[in-house]
């Protein structure tokens, strides 16, 4: 006997895909308007932002921050980008063709949508590699250092500009395997703050995740159904990343318990809410804005990322004075 | 150039073992030595008894226990054994070929250790296989039901023998899955009380793991070094049981970050003990003693063992009177 063929949930259309663990099987009209629901779910449930809100998303060009830029706009927030341009490879190297990526997905979608590029050549004065090849630590895997310096643009410029909130592209995969990070290593004062909201505060930014509940797969589906094209090429260093490790594990663990990250995060964020988990805050730590930029930090004179433009500043001088010919 | 032969840290001999995370290289006289050096640490580390106390060890015939039993009564502790004959297998099946590697260690080895038996057989009437296919849940994996009843045997026998406490063979590995389950669905009373030593409370034995801070090849290299034969066979249904799963997950870590379970467990330790993660007690739950065997129990009747076999007792009534031929 023939197979029913069975059609979307909401119309006579093929389905374009079956989501298990919600048990919705949708055209692809219907994931989109789907995904996109779920998108302004996720925002009121955590209150995230209104309407009114000026939105900054860090795009990278890739799936993740790109489908969330287009599900924003598409539901009328108003959502500008922020990339950041590394100079990782050369003029058609990675950052070069993930740059490509957003003008074209720009272009081909929401061609009014205000994209701001940071590139680091610029301010900086300096490539990632270049910077990287300074630095005592992160010459060979300079991931440590792409953290510092993106996270310092991407509270900076947010602030600057008078946006209210910055919106990245975290999803459910990457926060299981933040959270499992954190936990095999008790890292208490990462736990007690890490969720789908990181409030604002004096000098930083309030921090958004609106994509938390959403597997990559979902993503994927998501952009393939919007016909988004993505940089394909993926950043030479990403293999490295110690989160791929804790990924790779909960990968292996969702193969015979599915919907295992969804209930290990949730279950995270709901036993810390109700108060079964509490994570004191320790001492608070003494905040002064660095004497160069004004960003809050601890050191009581610079903040990591001025201190680290200040070493390369010193080595160009020293440079400079060994090239100078004795008298 | 030959490579030279490096000898025992301690003596001339040939080493027997290197532990890395150690930094040792023993040979097999002094490998012993560290073992039961350490065992003793651990005990006082965590304050688990000393040689006033009446131990009660739980002996399965497999490596880890035997090897702390032996460890125990080497260094001259009051221990005694603890076996119960779950009646697994023939008479030549599990628990009968773990019964003999029991009694063929203590003949060779401590001849005048006392060893208990409790036999399921006699004390419930009936074998875990049989109890298990009267249950609604557990026919096909009576891992769960299996639990039940040693917990019941493990804490009654002790408390109505005089013992200070109950000791098992849990090793790193056990304690890092059982921790990395516990943490993977929140289960926050347990994170509350997972640990070491599980202190008395009226109707509880105390309770303390000696084997905490061992890898499970420590403890088999201490086994082969000192000629134990523990049992071969494998409880049929330990492939199936959840903890497996989880130290899976745990080697394949491992691999790429050696150590990585005891760092794991002990921040934990260190960090509950620190304040840093805290597990509010919940509601305490009311707990009155049982109304059969007295154990403390929170249904407010039978506890959950007394009910299992009041449930048997039920069924063989109902059998009998079906047996009973109309008049």
Redesign the interface.
Known sequence: MAKPILSCMHCQNPPYITIRHHRQRLCRKHYIRWFQDKTDRTTQKYGMFDHKARILVAVSGGKDSLALWDALLRRGFAAEGLFIDLGIGAADGFSARSLAAIRLFLEKEHPAAPLHVVSLRESCGATLPELARGEARGRKKPCALCGLIKRHIMNEFPLKNGFTALATGHTLDDEAAILLRN????E?GY?GRQGPVLEESPGFIRRVKPFVRFFENEIAAYVRARNIVPVTLECPWSAKASTN?YKQ?LA??EE??PG?SL??YQ??L??RAG??????A?KAQQLAPCCSCGTPTNTGDSCAYCRMLERRAARGRRTARSDTPDP
């Open positions: 936990v095999i290593h008790w208490c736990l490790r594990l292996r663990h015979e318990a295992a209930h290990f279950q995270f709901d036993a108060g079964r988990v509490v994570f004191p320790q």
